[in-house]
């Protein structure tokens, strides 16, 4: 348990900070290329903002582990330790911007198809495929340069190749994850969302609340499915299996966030207006890994506020500085005290798993770790020696039973010989006296 609470609050301290970083970035980016940008330049500028996080993504990591070298800085000096927190920390961080740099693109293709679900849809597919085929190519490139010096790949190299991999999973489920979640929410309540899932105020109050409960609904059936899917299918493949459990989680996620957004909507906040509604509403979240994103909104909310009142910078630089600001005060605090914390943990999880594999071999090859009876409650452990007792007497009595029923058995044998000689004997006297007479 302890494990997973600190695994939720990484999680939402790094949504949060991708987020903030983020959304301050394309907020430049809105400012200054697309304002009136055509469709096509609008697409062309969110395809190279995702590629660019995608592929800085890979060079940090690349030099953060010393794979990539870079002058004055040499990760090998550090603990194995230290540099996988670190990784990760970087990892998670530029995963997240990327996730969300990648939903922004596809989000915006997605604007671009015909507002029927089948269209719409169809869209989730293609993001999964694109960023796929993505994740491969760099997967070979990093193969690639690992075996490039020695031919071998060491446990430096395979981290990096490992928590590359895992991170571009998380891309795929971020983005795959949200534009079904559009699809979804246009086919239950009728409207497509822009590409940052907002609705006007007009159509947030249109939706019912049966509306709401259908795409919560929805939301839980596909975890339901995720579970039967664990239980029951055991075929497994390298890159799509954690891709689809990443796309089903962030799907039930997605919706149960929406799902109780549009909740509030129509019953507590159905006739109240202004920026408090706005504020409150936005930082419902209906599990761990989006409470981020829900500060991340309602950090939006006091920005436009105070960008209202400093008038030295624009809002668009107003809000980049306040991202890069909170993120410099969270995130040192998040990898010098969280991520270890959940490594440490994670390891103690990975050597209890191993124990319990090991002992799991033993009884089945017939061999015990450790006797039975050591894990057991003293009270029970009594009761069974006593029992076990009991039973040893009951099977002496039964031995010595048997060994006396194999002697009586002998005796008669021997009783029965004798009789028949006896008898044999009386027959040869009868015919003796018959002789004399």
């Known amino acids: 348990m302890a494990r997973y609470t600190w ?45 660019a996080w995608f592929f800085s993504l890979q060079v940090v990591l690349a030099v953060i582990t010393g794979v990539l070298p870079v002058s004055g800085f040499d990760p090998k000096k550090d603990d194995l330790k230290v540099m996988e927190a670190r990784m990760k920390t970087f990892a998670i961080l530029l995963g997240h911007i990327t996730g969300f740099a990648a939903i922004n693109f596809f989000a915006t293709v997605q604007q671009q198809v015909p507002r029927t679900f089948i269209s719409t849809f169809l869209v989730a597919p293609v993001a999964w495929a694109f960023l796929y085929l993505m994740g ?43 534009v079904f979640a559009q699809s979804v929410r246009l086919l239950v309540g009728g409207t497509l969302p822009n ?3 907002e609705e006007p105020l007009s159509v947030m109050r249109e939706h019912t609340l049966m509306d709401a409960s259908k795409l919560v609904a929805i939301g839980c059936g596909l975890a339901m499915l995720e579970v039967l899917r664990v239980m029951y299918v055991k075929a497994q493949f390298k890159r799509l299996t954690p ?52 500060w991340e909104k309602a950090f939006d909310v006091a920005v436009v506020e105070i960008s209202e009142t400093v008038k030295v910078v624009p809002p668009q630089w107003t809000k980049l500085a306040l991202s890069v600001s909170l993120v410099a005060l969270v995130v040192p605090a998040w990898y010098r005290h969280i991520l270890p914390t959940i490594l440490e943990l994670e390891t103690d999880s990975e ?14 090859e017939g061999h015990l770790s450790r006797p039975l009876l050591n894990g057991m409650p003293k009270e029970e452990n009594g009761d069974l020696k006593k029992t076990c007792e009991s039973l040893r007497r009951q099977v002496a009595e039964l031995e010595r039973s048997a060994a006396n029923a194999r002697a009586l058995e002998e005796k008669n044998r021997e009783l029965e010989a004798a009789i028949v000689a006896i008898s044999r004997e009386l027959g040869d006297l009868q015919q003796l006296a018959d002789g004399l007479q």
Do not use: P
Not at 35 to 51: F, G, K, N, P, Y
Not at 138 to 157: C, F, I, P, S
């Open 351 to 364: 050597s209890e798993g191993h124990s319990e594999h090991h002992k799991e071999e033993n009884v089945e």
């Open 195 to 197: 590409a940052e899932g």
């Open 7 to 51: 695994k939720a609050i990484s999680a939402t301290i790094s949504i949060f900070s991708a987020v903030l970083v983020f959304q301050g970035v394309n907020g430049i980016l809105e400012a200054y290329l697309l304002e009136d940008a055509s469709v096509q330049a609008r697409l062309i500028v969110t395809l190279v903002h995702m590629l």
């Open 136 to 178: 491969r190519a760099t997967d070979a490139v990093r193969e690639r340069v690992v075996l490039m010096n020695d031919g071998k790949k060491d446990e430096v190299e395979a981290l990096w190749d490992e928590e590359a991999e895992e991170t571009e999973d998380d891309v795929v489920g971020l983005a795959t994850s949200f």
């Open 243 to 294: 891709q689809l459990k990443n796309i089903i989680a962030m799907n039930f996620s997605w919706c149960g966030y929406f799902g109780l957004d549009w909740m509030c909507s129509c019953t507590i906040f159905g006739h109240e207006e202004g920026m408090m509604k706005q504020g409150i509403r936005v930082v419902v979240n209906s599990i761990g890994i989006l409470i981020g994103f829900a």
